[in-house]
């Protein structure tokens, strides 16, 4: 089946503790992105790539760090997370201009 | 730059009645146009696009949107709703050229029965 893979569905970590949220698809396709989603703020763009070893920031990228050392994954890098990290994050991919993204089930932060 | 508005954050209707959800952009470039769905829970689908060529699309589950250059709008419609049409729904917008996407804030559709 044709999707993206987020890991964990729930985190609760604490302050400064760092995390990874994994993300992966199988589709091939070259552009991914991550993006956080807070009531009344709708979707805001973290980061994304548009290919292997290539990276930009989106919207709201302080406090983040992403990685794509291969087609198929994009993890997300919390290196020191704070409370107002807290959030549902969504992974999505799409093979270019012009497609919609395939976004995966989200992940649900609570830093405390 | 790019943006997008919402101008409902929630559109209450009867079930089927029809319902239109509003969304007006902005950009300097050319730009793709979307609209999501979110169901509770979930993450989001994609319920139809518009590239170019004909400004009416139509998407999955009956909707259907008109892109509008001058009023630079790109309005969700359906004519009849169902209770399963009960979620939020985004509008985005993109360049053609790179990946940045802007999401609106949403609008959410309830349904009264």
């Known amino acids: 089946e044709a999707q993206v893979t987020q890991n964990p569905r729930y985190l609760i970590t604490v302050t400064g503790k760092k995390l990874t949220v994994t993300c992966s698809q199988n589709?091939?396709?070259?552009?991914m992105s991550w993006y956080r989603q807070d009531p009344g703020l709708g979707l805001r763009q973290i980061y994304y790539s548009m290919n292997v070893e290539v990276t930009d920031k989106g919207d709201v990228p302080e406090g983040y760090k992403v990685s794509r050392k291969e087609k198929r994954n994009f993890p997300l890098i919390l290196e020191s997370p704070s409370p107002n990290q807290t959030s549902l994050y969504f992974c999505a991919s799409r093979p270019g201009q012009g497609y919609g993204y395939t976004f995966g089930s989200g992940t649900r932060l609570t830093v405390v | 730059a790019q943006s997008v508005t919402q101008l409902d954050s929630q559109v209450p209707v009867f079930e089927e009645a029809p319902v239109e959800l509003r969304c007006n952009y902005s950009?300097?470039?050319?730009?793709?146009l979307f609209w999501y769905v979110q169901y509770p829970n979930q993450g989001l689908q994609l319920l139809l696009k518009?590239?170019?060529?004909?400004?009416l699309v139509k998407g999955i589950n009956g909707f259907e949107a008109e892109f509008n250059k001058s009023q630079t709008s790109f309005h969700l419609r359906k004519p009849s709703v169902h209770i399963s049409d009960t979620a939020e729904y985004f509008c985005a917008v993109s360049s053609s050229r790179d990946d940045k996407i802007i999401f609106g804030k949403g609008t959410r559709l309830h349904i009264l029965p």
């Open positions: 518009y590239l170019s060529g004909s400004t």
């Open positions: 589709m091939n396709h070259e552009y």
């Open positions: 950009s300097s470039v050319s730009v793709y």
